[in-house]
């Protein structure tokens, strides 16, 4: 259940990361132009069994982690992906489902049950995200399952990678949002050396997307975006950026890592979650000081930084107050 005192904990001054994102599957069924999991295929097919994430999950709660991501990959081409969801609600995490949507709507009602919110993939309308997403008829399934979900009352945000083969549709993008009644946070595609160059936003496409999705938020769209970080992204400019204090990756394969960009290219690798205690890392030496490292890294630019820019005393103010318009209410 949730637990307000574990929350105030999980956020107090001993800052210990309290996201976790974990790619609890490698396959998926997409080939998106801007993303390179599927491109993977030299990769060992390892993947974390359901005990060993049961444990996982024991162990971040113990270490006073609050929420639980599940990405990849496709996490919905995993059989037993509501099972894990299941033992991390009853651990009182939030959960978040990342998906492509291309199953949701048949597995929708599995999922829902154990799942806070569901972060659904959608980068264009109609044909431009099939093709960006090398899945014919993928569009009229995300709506599809985002409208199930919605019949269900369930919490839905459109997650939109704006990158060159995308950005004219951010406008209709924020209209589909609203008529689905959920909400949108628009993400720039982060380089991945080798493999997404060719659709990755310039600076003038970029700055004209993130100044239409200021407009947007202006004008009462659901817009997620924090309007500060959207400014940094549409300019280009330095943050100190302290996301890694906040969180930690679990790789499909259980290796622990702080931030990747692109395949052997993590930024900091902290051992197999199956042999970490994850309080005691959290607490070493190195992992704070790799953490004030990365302050300086500024190599992306992906939304999720938000919570690590600026200062926590006024950030969560501001993003609790987003929310609530955005998610509680709009979502009704
Ligand atoms: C890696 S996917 C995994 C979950 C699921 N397969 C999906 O597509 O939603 C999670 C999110 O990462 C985003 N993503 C993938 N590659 C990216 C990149 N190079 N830059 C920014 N976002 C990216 C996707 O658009 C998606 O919203
Ligand atoms: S973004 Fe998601 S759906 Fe697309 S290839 Fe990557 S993991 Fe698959
Ligand atoms: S700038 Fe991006 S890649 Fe670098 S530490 Fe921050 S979140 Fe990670």
């Given amino acids: 259940m949730f637990s ?14 309290f996201l976790l994102n974990h790619k609890i599957n490698i396959a998926c069924d997409c080939r998106c132009q801007f993303c390179n999991s599927w491109q993977l295929k030299e990769e060992p097919e390892e993947l974390l069994s359901r005990p060993e994430i049961e444990t996982l999950l024991d162990r971040a709660r113990a270490a006073g982690m609050i929420s639980y991501s599940v990405w990849g990959g496709e996490p919905l081409l995993r059989e037993d992906t509501p099972a894990v969801l299941a033992h991390a609600r009853r651990l009182g995490f939030f959960t978040t489902v990342s ?19 569901f972060a659904v993939s959608l980068d264009g309308i109609g044909e431009t995200h099939d093709r960006v997403r090398g899945f014919p ?21 459109i997650i939109y990678n704006v990158n060159l083969k995308t950005a004219a549709d951010v406008t209709a993008a924020a209209q589909l949002a609203r008529w689905l009644r959920v909400s949108i946070l628009y993400m720039p595609a982060i380089p991945l050396a080798g493999y997404n160059e060719a659709v990755l936003l310039d600076d003038e496409t970029r700055r004209r997307a993130f100044d239409e999705v200021l407009r947007l938020q202006a004008e009462g769209y659901p817009v997620l975006n924090l309007r500060s970080y959207a400014r940094v992204i549409r300019d280009g400019t330095s943050i100190a950026c302290h996301f890694p204090k906040y969180h930690i990756y ?12 692109g395949p052997r290219s993590k930024l900091a690798q902290w051992g197999d979650c199956r042999q970490v205690d994850l309080a005691a890392l959290f607490d070493r030496p190195e992992f704070r000081a790799k953490t004030r490292e ?18 926590p005393l006024w950030q969560f103010p501001v993003r609790a107050w987003t929310r609530v318009r955005h998610e509680l209410l709009f979502q009704k």
């Fill in 250 to 261: 679990v790789d499909f394969d259980g290796a622990l890592y702080t931030c990747d960009l």
């Fill in 137 to 157: 008829g993928l569009f009229d399934r995300a709506v599809a399952g985002i409208e199930r979900l919605r019949a269900n009352r369930a919490r839905v945000r």
């Fill in 99 to 117: 998906t492509n949507a291309s199953r949701l709507q048949e597995r929708a009602d599995e999922f829902i049950p154990h799942t806070s919110i």
């Fill in 294 to 311: 990365l302050e300086r890294c500024n190599a992306c630019r992906m939304s999720c930084g938000e919570i690590g820019s600026g200062s």
């Fill in 4 to 17: 307000p005192l574990a929350t105030l904990k999980a956020l107090s001054w001993r800052r210990r990361p």
